[in-house]
């Protein structure tokens, strides 16, 4: 990994926390269609010899719920993410600056790309606390409705109190060492990409400003690096998190091991072709909220 050091970054953790909240918002919102489709790819059952699977594909799975439940389907599960999406990502971008900040040994210092990363890392492991139930009560919600007959979760708020009183706090959080699993290589990269291509587009204009193309290419660049690194532990989180108590006594490794038993190794990118059309575009508007929401702050700033 290079080591060539990032443009001067004075990080702030209080306006990363309220910038990274509006831009995941605006992360969910361009998104979650294409979410609902990876989730129900990941874990639709194997077909019997044969038979058909369920879905045999992403604009399969998107004409079916289409057809079966309206557009609104897509949209299924969609008040867990963004009621927790906006603490998760402030967290996230909030630890991410935090642990540039710990890492910086003056006000200006420059960080290299490595600490880049391992502040990337960081920032997953804050955001972790929201991000494992709010994804639990997702994937819960957008399985059910895929699966058809008897819905036994009425909306987000029922799913977290059923799954309290089945299980307790440890079923709330079932899956957190998946979703740990995923977004700490993940958003060490995530981060990485966005911080490279900016600097890059930098040395080309010969600015130090941030333009609203490289933001928007930087950051769906981001999104797929994520994705690209993260998407066979999430393809294991998804199955964890919707799998009956009991189906997996060892927790991930028993996912693991079971997937490639039944599916082998491509299994792992199950449902790749909706979250990749998704990463782009849902996390360009992200950073491009972000940014935003900077230039907000510095605004307001300046006024006071």
């Known amino acids: ?9 004075k990080a702030n953790p209080f306006k990363a926390f309220l910038s990274g909240g509006f831009g995941g918002i605006c992360n969910v919102l361009s998104g ?3 979410d609902t489709i990876k989730v ?3 874990t639709m059952p194997r077909p019997a010899p044969g038979q058909q699977p369920i879905y045999t594909g992403t604009f399969d799975c998107a004409a079916k719920t289409i057809k079966n439940e309206g557009v609104r389907g897509l949209y299924k599960g969609m008040t867990a993410p963004l009621t927790g999406v ?7 971008f909030a630890g991410y600056a935090l642990g540039k900040r710990v890492q ?5 210092a420059k960080l290299t790309y490595t600490q880049i990363a391992i502040a990337g890392s960081f920032s997953g492991l804050m955001s972790t606390v929201i991000t494992a139930p709010g994804e639990r009560i997702k994937c819960l919600l957008q399985v059910q409705q895929a699966s058809g007959g008897e819905r036994k979760y009425k909306g987000m708020l029922d799913t977290a109190v059923q799954l309290y009183k089945e299980g307790g706090i440890r079923s709330v959080y079932k899956g957190s060492c998946a979703t740990l699993l995923r977004d700490l290589p993940a958003n060490a990269f995530y981060f990485l990409a966005y911080e490279y291509i900016q600097d890059k587009a930098k040395e080309q204009t010969g600015s130090e400003k941030i333009s609203v193309t490289s933001t928007i ?3 769906g660049a981001a999104g797929i690096a994520y994705w690209l690194v993260g998407m066979p532990a999430d393809v294991l989180k998804s199955r964890l998190q919707t799998a009956p108590a009991g189906t997996y006594p060892k927790g991930v490794r028993s996912v693991f091991k ?11 990118y199950r449902g790749v072709t909706p979250i990749m059309l998704r990463a ?10 972000i940014e935003l929401a900077n230039d907000a702050y510095d605004a307001i700033a300046a006024l006071l």
């Open 40 to 42: 129900r790819l990941q």
């Open 1 to 9: 990994m290079s080591e060539a050091p990032t443009q001067e970054r």
């Open 86 to 92: 906006a603490p998760i990502f402030a967290l996230c």
């Open 280 to 289: 782009f575009p849902a996390n360009a508007a992200c950073f491009f909220g």
């Open 32 to 34: 979650h269609p294409l």
């Open 217 to 219: 290419f930087a950051g």
């Open 258 to 268: 079971d997937l490639m038993r039944r599916d082998g190794p491509l299994a792992l």
């Open 104 to 108: 910086q040994t003056g006000e200006n």
